[in-house]
């Protein structure tokens, strides 16, 4: 079993910065393929980034590619989100999500634990 935790989320103005945070339990976190997702009101979840147990491959969605990075550091167990460059439709509850043996990295049904979502809100 893990548990996931985020933190980081708040108000920021457009063309700021946040670094959001994502702390597991349990000790096979080294190998789980860890993500973030992200859901507005009334919209569906959807998927930010992710990355690979070693660190080596990071995956990020179109609209935020250029903006946005994923890291990993296996011995805090904590995934990294860092938000640069933010705008108005980044506004959401940021979701982190762990699974092993993720295939595709970019669905919500590939990832087996959730943390229960950090907001994130961006005034214009």
């Known amino acids: 079993q893990v548990q996931l935790v985020e933190s980081g989320g708040g108000l920021v103005q457009a063309g700021g910065s946040l670094r959001l945070s994502c702390t597991a339990s349990g000790r096979t976190f080294s190998i789980y393929t860890m993500g973030w997702f992200r859901q507005a009101p009334g919209k569906e979840r959807e998927f930010v980034a992710a990355?690979?147990?070693?660190?080596?491959?990071?995956y990020l969605a179109g609209s935020v590619k250029g903006r946005f990075t994923i890291s990993r550091d296996n011995a805090k167990n904590t995934v990294y989100l860092q938000m640069n460059s933010l705008k108005p439709e980044d506004t959401a509850v940021y979701y982190c999500?762990?699974?092993?043996?993720?295939?595709?990295?970019?669905?919500?049904?590939?990832?087996?634990?959730w943390g229960q979502g950090t907001q994130v809100t961006v005034s214009s």
């Open positions: 999500a762990a699974g092993p043996r993720i295939v595709v990295v970019t669905t919500t049904s590939s990832y087996d634990y």
């Open positions: 990355i690979r147990w070693s660190g080596a491959s990071t």
